[in-house]
Structures are given as structure tokens and as C-alpha cells.
Nanobody
Framework: WMRMAESGGGSVHTGGSLKLSCVIT????????LAWFRQVPGKEPEGVVG??????????HSVKGRFTISPISKLGATDTLDLQLDALQPEDAGTYYC???????????????????????WGQGTQVTVSA
């Protein structure tokens, strides 16, 4: 079944950039939505960006204009979802996860994508540290 693996995390100073990648194996194209979440210890996962099956992204207000999702790229049996993080701030630090779920209705997706409980397939995460 589908597997997801994130990479690209690291440590940067405020204002720095990182590019995260999520490599997905056996992704059910055109059926499952994708998302990036981040989490800090003691808090619930926070939705960063959700991507509907048509590729349209919905960003959290806190990252809009600074984070950019790339169109899904396919190579053989794997798909890759990249997330460019620019103008990083200390509050952007955390473990970043990619996630997948079937959310069939686009209107439901637009209003519920940031609810972590809806997403049932997760990667292992990649750590982002931002120092002042």
C-alpha cells in the first residue's frame, strides 16, 4: 500500500529557506488528497498546505506567501510532492509531515483539510529548526 517518506529538513537562521520533499510510493493518483502538516512537542499537528486531487493548494494563513507547493512530479512508481519554505521564522520550526487521505468532496476539503484527524496516511516526518 501507499508509503510516504519526507526529507529535506534542517537547521536555518531566521529568513532562511528549505525545500522539503515527500516521496510517495503507490500513490492513488486523482483519488487521494495530499497535505503537509507540522507539529511541535505538546501540540496538535498544524496544517500547512492541503492539495486537492486536482492539484489546487490551500495554504494556512500563517504560511501564505512564504511557502510554495510544487505540482506533483512522477518518476516511475513514485510521486514527489515538494514544499519550498522561504522567509522562515522561529515559529515555523517543528517536525513536518506529509499526509494523504480520501476526501471526495472539494467543498468539504476546503473547510476541513487542516483537521489532522481526517488524514490516515503519514510519513515519518522531517525536522525543521529555525534559530533567531
Amino acid at each position: 500500500w501507499m508509503r510516504m517518506a519526507e526529507s529535506g529538513g534542517g537547521s536555518v537562521h531566521t529568513g532562511g529557506s528549505l525545500k522539503l520533499s515527500c516521496v510517495i510510493t503507490d500513490y492513488p493518483y486523482d483519488t487521494y488528497c495530499l497535505a503537509w502538516f507540522r507539529q511541535v512537542p505538546g501540540k496538535e499537528p498544524e496544517g500547512v498546505v492541503g492539495v486537492y486531487t486536482d492539484g489546487t493548494p490551500t495554504y494556512a494563513h500563517s504560511v501564505k506567501g512564504r511557502f510554495t507547493i510544487s505540482p506533483i512530479s512522477k518518476l516511475g512508481a513514485t510521486d514527489t510532492l515538494d514544499l519550498q519554505l522561504d522567509a522562515l521564522q522561529p515559529e515555523d520550526a517543528g517536525t513536518y509531515y506529509c499526509a494523504a487521505a480520501y476526501i471526495g468532496d472539494v467543498r468539504s476539503f476546503r473547510t476541513t483539510w487542516s483537521d489532522a484527524d481526517l488524514w490516515h496516511q503519514w510519513g515519518q516526518g522531517t525536522q525543521v529548526t529555525v534559530s533567531a
